[in-house]
């Protein structure tokens, strides 16, 4: 392990004594410093569950986790009750202590195996906690935290013994509330950290679709846990990572996997954080979503993406309205916002254009992020009464969930988009690249849906039979819904869309260019009348044919329908029948 850094220590312990020492009755965030006249932390064994938030302060100030260590904080020094291997450690905290901008002055404790000499020291740290209630103030801990192995236990005994200093760490204030206001405005260092975070969380995500897609593309057969194990091995590739400008100081060494690709399809969505991916293959999917967490230099990045297999024009619609919803959110998170009126901001812009997916809405748009994944202080929810600052990060969260499905009414699907991004004066800005537009996760079997329906229309118009079925609509431009997305652009790969299939050799003929009757022989038109006979039959037996197998292969009518279901109805007909033009063919 290394050394501790003085500069980034002293700097970040400076802000806390700064909160500390500017706290104030009309603040809540720092209201438990008023009475706190010194801060204590007591860590166990690193293994501990729950994980306890004072690791968490430990990793800002320290860069790392001192397990079975006591530390003591007032407004002038702190001092460490450590082994002795962590205590060669702290020694640049000690020798520089006296560095220009020096927070505090540094004292290490360090225990030994000699009898007698540990229970010295706890009195002696002890003695400091009595000076505090001396003063008529209180400890302030984690009063939440539990912690075990061999030196809590020692520490335990020792309080026993000491019944005065039992009570006054029972009697402790709860200062969880002011570690998350020090930690969620980032600094400089952080928000770079962050944004390196974010953007392998994006590229991972990415490669994602790129795999989904070419074994669609393949029609090879794929599941959830077979693509999370694809890409799970990705992060450590260190080619993927080959011109993305980190830095020259990135390195895949300090990239983690907060968790692995979660992938939820046919029906079934869990919009929490960290659920179990479903287990139905992906090939016959039309909304996917998937998502998965980086750590980098022990700082968090969450993403989440839906992948639109052939949608249908109505989940189109609500997909780009959701990321309008974003680039709304995104302008209102800003400096000075209370959280909770944010959170009515967006749900009344929903209620009032959207009514229908009102109900579909979360409880929360996200929460802060940084060293700790979730922090429970920072929700943006209608609980949350925290005003927003400059340099915040969160998890923002956009989605909606249970809406009926156009293809099956007994299933519903969801929709989700999660970025990471950054409070500033004027609005929020994603640590990423962001969603460009809506066809950036959509994948397609057709380039033109509208060619796919005339084609079709063409086919059915020049056969004696069967005809059209009656009360299918002509589809028109209003079924894309382009929309346009305020993040900035960047080299991102295009969108997979597959070629269109071979147009009908009856479209084929009539689109290509003829020569007038006066330059073609009559040995060349019988051919060609004859070629011209040879595929309307074969055309006629496969309409017949896919007729006849109707109800088998599509399992649907076109009865009770409603337009743009009739429309996808069509292009699935169309499809068939192309496979079964090609058997006979053959």
């Not at 500390?20 to 009755?25: F, M, P, V």
Request: charged letters at 30%; hydrophobic letters at 35%.
């Amino acid at each position: 392990m290394s050394e501790v850094n003085p500069v980034v220590f002293h700097r970040r312990l400076g802000k806390l004594l700064d909160l500390w020492k500017n706290a104030t009755e009309a603040d809540a965030e720092t209201l438990p410093l008023l009475t706190t006249g010194g801060i204590l932390l007591v860590s166990g064994n690193t293994d501990e569950i729950p994980y306890p938030k004072s690791y968490e302060l430990q990793k800002y100030l320290f860069g790392s986790i001192f397990s079975s260590t006591l530390i003591f904080i007032t407004l002038e020094n702190i001092t460490f009750l450590c082994s002795e291997q962590k205590a060669e450690r702290l020694r640049t905290l000690v020798s520089d202590s006296n560095i220009v901008g020096a927070a505090v002055t540094v004292s290490v404790l360090v225990r030994s195996k000699e009898p007698g000499q540990s229970t010295k020291l706890l009195k002696e740290v002890g003695l400091a906690m009595s000076k505090v209630a001396e003063d008529g103030m209180k400890l302030g801990c984690f009063t939440n935290d539990k912690h075990g192995g061999h030196f809590v236990d020692e520490w335990n005994t020792h309080l026993k013994q000491k019944k005065k200093r039992l009570k006054q760490i029972k009697k402790a204030n709860d200062i969880s509330l002011v570690i998350s206001a020090l930690m969620a405005r980032k600094d400089s260092d952080e928000m770079q950290i962050m944004e390196i975070a974010s953007k392998m969380a994006e590229k991972l995500m990415r490669l994602l679709f790129q795999q989904l897609t070419n074994s669609l593309e393949d029609q090879k057969e794929i599941t959830p846990e077979r693509l999370t194990d694809i890409i799970e091995a990705k992060l450590e590739d260190s080619d993927i990572w080959k011109g993305m400008d980190f830095g020259f100081n990135f390195d895949t060494a300090y990239a983690s996997w907060i968790y692995t690709p979660i992938i939820q399809s046919q029906g079934v969505y869990d919009l929490r954080t960290l659920v179990q991916s479903t287990d139905e293959r992906l090939n016959d999917a039309r909304v996917i979503l998937a998502s998965l967490g980086i750590r980098y230099k022990r700082y968090c990045s969450n993403i989440s993406r839906v992948i639109l297999i052939d949608p249908h024009p109505t989940q189109e619609s609500n997909y780009n309205y959701l990321m309008d919803l974003q680039r709304f959110a995104l302008q209102e998170l800003k400096e000075g916002v209370i959280v909770k009126e944010f959170y009515q901001t967006i749900f009344s812009k929903v209620s009032r254009e959207r009514p229908d997916l009102e109900s579909t809405l979360p409880e929360s748009f996200g929460f802060g992020i940084g060293i700790i994944f979730k922090d429970p202080f920072l929700n943006l929810d209608t609980r949350c009464d925290r005003r927003l600052k400059s340099d915040m990060i969160f998890s923002l969260e956009m989605s909606f969930s249970n809406i009926q499905d156009p293809f099956d009414s007994s299933k519903t699907y969801s929709l989700q988009l999660i970025d990471m991004v950054a409070v500033k004066n004027e609005t929020a800005i994603i640590l990423s690249n962001g969603i460009i537009d809506s066809k950036d996760f959509t994948f397609l079997f057709k380039n033109k849906q509208q060619d796919d329906i005339e084609g079709l229309k063409n086919i059915s118009q020049s056969s004696a039979q069967p005809d059209k079925p009656s009360g299918i609509p002509p589809t028109t431009s209003a079924d894309t819904h382009p929309v346009e997305h305020p993040i900035k652009k960047s080299d991102l790969s295009p969108p997979k869309v597959l070629p269109d299939e071979n147009l009908d050799p009856d479209t084929s003929i009539k689109d290509q260019p003829q020569p007038s009757d006066s330059k073609i022989s009559k040995h060349e038109r019988d051919s060609d009348d004859a070629l011209e006979h040879l595929i309307e039959a074969k055309k006629l037996k496969a309409i017949a044919m896919l007729e006849a197998n109707d109800q088998i292969i599509m399992s649907r009518k076109l009865e009770g329908l409603d337009e743009d279901s009739q429309k996808w109805y069509i292009l699935k007909k169309r499809q068939i029948l192309k496979k079964l033009e090609e058997e006979i063919v053959e």
